[in-house]
């Protein structure tokens, strides 16, 4: 049941992320707390631009003219209006910045259920490979004698979901920091794989530097 829930908000990151939407606020393109830091600053515009509106303002213009002399028909209108369009745009970028921060938040609590939150934030795999190898898509590492797969697997999981929580920063030695991942169980072994040629050599790369620590 939990792989299901799992999959399901994960699915649900992604129609975040692909839907049309103001640019910088897919889930990816920043943590979580950037984007409510970003959603923050976008609501203080926003009221800004609500409070130069004047429902009272009022200002006209000519409409049409017969001749240098004569004039007839005036358009009225409110010269703050603008302010209302521009508190609108602030507060959508605003609304996108907080569906992906509570996009990401909502994917790690499912993804680390199980995990305590100081142990979301520890690499799985630090002590625990036994030796790596270059596979299609990326890299296979080895587990050393005794260390549950699963266990480790869903640690991975975990610590790939706090990591896009993060915004992929802060550990920039750890393969499960990439964007883009897929992890799977062959044996006693974990592969981690990605179908970005770029994200494929820093997987292998940082995967080695892993082996045997």
Not at 3 to 28: F, K, N
Not at 104 to 112: D, I, K, Q, R
Not at 129 to 143: C, R
Not at 197 to 211: D, G, L, P, Q, Y
Request: hydrophobic share 40%; charged share 20%; net charge negative.
């Amino acid at each position: 049941m939990r792989i299901h829930v799992g999959v399901s908000l994960l699915v649900a990151l992604i129609l975040v992320g692909c839907a049309s939407q103001p640019p910088g606020t897919r889930p990816d393109d920043m943590s979580a707390s950037e984007h409510n830091d970003h959603a923050a600053a976008h609501v203080v515009q926003a009221k800004k631009h609500e409070a130069a509106y004047d429902p009272n303002a009022v200002a006209s213009r000519p409409t049409s003219t017969t001749s240098q002399n004569f004039a007839w028909g005036t358009e009225t209108y409110n010269p703050t209006a603008v302010h209302l369009e521009h508190a609108k745009q602030h507060r959508e970028v605003a609304e996108a910045h907080h569906k992906a921060a509570h996009a990401l938040e909502t994917f790690t609590e499912a993804e680390c259920s199980e995990f305590p939150p100081k142990t979301r934030a520890l690499c799985p795999l630090m002590s625990v490979v036994a030796a790596e190898a270059d596979i299609e898509g990326g890299a296979k590492l080895t587990l050393k004698p005794g260390v549950p797969v699963q266990a480790v697997l869903a640690h991975m999981r975990c610590h790939h979901a706090f990591a896009r929580h993060q915004g992929h920063e802060g550990m920039p030695g750890c393969p499960l920091y990439l964007k883009n991942l897929e992890f799977a169980v062959d044996g006693n072994s974990v592969t981690i794989t990605s179908d970005d040629a770029a994200t494929v050599n820093e997987i292998r790369k940082r995967s080695r530097e892993h082996v045997g620590k």
